[in-house]
């Protein structure tokens, strides 16, 4: 069964609706618990927490104004958005703000940003969309997408013509931020079983362009609604460590979902140990792996991107590792490589932390001037490596060699549990997507195969730079 697409496998109709976040079958429940479950760090909770902020601030704090009014969108005001150029958005936007705790100034100068970057972001997915064949946007899954879309575009557009330089605004925006990424939160599987389900009038080339840039723009769109939240809760005005989804403004490195002294070495272990965790339950056997190279290695980077991609990565070479059966288990080696310091590294000035809070240790914040301007980490498995006809294909999304009867064999403990779950492959989104997190920034993934003895996967990420 090795090598085959996933899209030949999969006998759904093209017409067939299945539910998504209802556990009508295996397949359904794992790909709606992947997005929230995929990384160690509990992105489900701060899900939750964003849902719960949408809900909490539509109503008593905002008398005046209810964040989640719609306005009609139109055809007219889709095509202008749409032509309008979208920001390249780059680490040093996401600090510009300055140090947690922001005042309240810095705090309205994040959220006009965010508002200056929002509407357009979407209305080019929309545009994009809508630029897909009739038959394919009319499928269920990808039309629930396109009406997420143009229900977020909605809830924002009653801002674009304001200043947000109140309290109330503030707090109303940040609401509307907060349930724009729980709206979108599950787009993933969906738009995989949509475009699975219209396999018959798109073809795989035309899939991979369009997801490419989708989900690269997602990345950002996400980052930068993220960002604000994080930082609305780091600010002096609404400093509330217990309600913060991200672990600013307690952590002294993080600005916004931002963390400037990233350990890659600690997230590859808690990653690691996570993954085999899941193959510990699906095939009985716990892989070992070793980190070796720079580990007290520091960088400033998004430690939800780092998490997601190494999950994915382990994932592969985990999954490799035990397959490649009759061998005795070779540990699967990590090494991590500090790129050398660049003099021509942007150089990027965050401004003070407001004066008065206390709780909150910015005088903990040092200077960042040794961080790494950026890593190498390179995974090494002894698992059979790739196949050279298969090798092409392993970068295009939903291809697999993941089998059917596998993924039937392994049913998910945690699932069953009803507290979410996670497969170890399946979907092939894995690699494509991780490269799409790679390249936001600058970073890049190369696989290097050695059929019949093992791969080696290259991570290059590049930090935001230093920060003064
Ligand atoms: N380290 C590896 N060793 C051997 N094969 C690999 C390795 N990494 C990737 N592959 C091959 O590339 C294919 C695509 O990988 P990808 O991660 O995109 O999808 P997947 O693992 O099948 O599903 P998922 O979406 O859950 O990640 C895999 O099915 C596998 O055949
Ligand atoms: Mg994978």
Known sequence: ??????????????????????????????????????????????????????????????????PLTTAPVTNGEIADLSKQHQHPLSLADLVKHGRPPLSTEALFSSANFTLSLLPIRLAHRIQALRNLPFIVVSNPNINKIYNNYLHSLSTLLPWKHRTI??????????????????????????????????????????????????????????????????????????????ASPTPCPEHPHYIGVINTALCPAQIVDSCAGYVAEICEYKYGIRPKWIIEGELETNFAYVPMHLEYIITELLKNAFRATVEERGRTLEPVVITIAPQRPDTEAPQVKVGPPAEDKGAFRSEAIKPLDDNAPGVTIRIRDRGGGIASDILPRIWGYSFTTFSEEEELFGTSMLSGAGGGGSSLAGLGYGLPLSRAYANYFGGDIAVQSLHGWGCDVYLKLKGVGKIH
């Open 165 to 242: 330089s109140n309290v109330q605004d503030e707090i109303a925006f940040t609401s509307v931020l907060a349930e724009l990424v729980a709206t979108h939160q599950d787009t993933i599987p969906i738009l995989a079983k949509g475009f699975l389900e219209s396999r018959k009038y798109i073809s795989p080339e035309q899939v991979t362009e369009f997801l490419d840039k989708h989900l690269r723009a997602r990345i950002g769109t996400r980052l930068i609604a993220e960002q604000h939240i994080a930082l609305h809760y780091s600010s002096a005005a609404h400093f509330d460590p217990s």
């Open 1 to 66: 069964m090795r090598g085959l697409h996933r899209s030949l496998r999969l006998k759904v109709p093209a017409t067939t609706v299945i539910p998504v976040g209802q556990a009508s079958s295996r397949r359904a429940r794992l790909c709606a618990t992947r997005a929230s479950c995929s990384t160690p760090l509990g992105i489900a909770s701060r899900t939750a927490l964003y849902t719960t902020f949408a809900t909490a601030n539509s109503s008593s704090k905002t008398p005046n104004w209810n």
